[in-house]
């Protein structure tokens, strides 16, 4: 079992920037895969960085491909996502997930096992 806790979000203007932080704890070899993701209201749970935690390999995917960088922490029990350059579209609740399989570029929420709670981002005037 795996126990995630994220924390760090919060109102931001445009431009602004927000690291956003997920406490792991438990069974760390399931967490092969890490990957944060977002939803909008009304919307689907959309990938956004994922991190292969035995390579340090990450993916992005265009949306926020030179704007998010996703990176753990040596122990491996903080996964962040630092957000630069935010965009109102931006605006979502972010979730960490992490999974025992292999990651993929795909980044699709189906493949992750465990998640945490939930942070909301904020991004307006």
């Known amino acids: 079992q795996v126990h995630l806790v994220e924390s760090g979000g919060g109102s931001v203007q445009p431009g602004g920037s927000l690291r956003l932080s997920c406490a792991v704890s438990g069974y760390t070899p399931n967490t092969v895969c890490m990957a944060w993701f977002r939803q909008a209201p009304g919307g689907q749970r959309v990938g956004v960085a994922a991190l292969a935690t035995r390579y340090g390999t990450t993916y992005y995917p265009d949306s926020v491909k030179g704007r998010f960088t996703i990176s753990q922490d040596n122990a491996k029990t903080t996964l962040f996502l630092q957000m630069n350059n935010l965009k109102p579209e931006d605006t979502a609740m972010y979730y960490c997930?992490?999974?025992?399989?292999?990651?993929?570029?795909?980044?699709?929420?189906?493949?992750?096992?465990?998640w945490g709670q939930g942070t909301q981002v904020t991004v307006s005037p």
């Open positions: 997930a992490a999974d025992s399989g292999y990651c993929s570029t795909s980044l699709r929420a189906v493949h992750f096992t465990y």
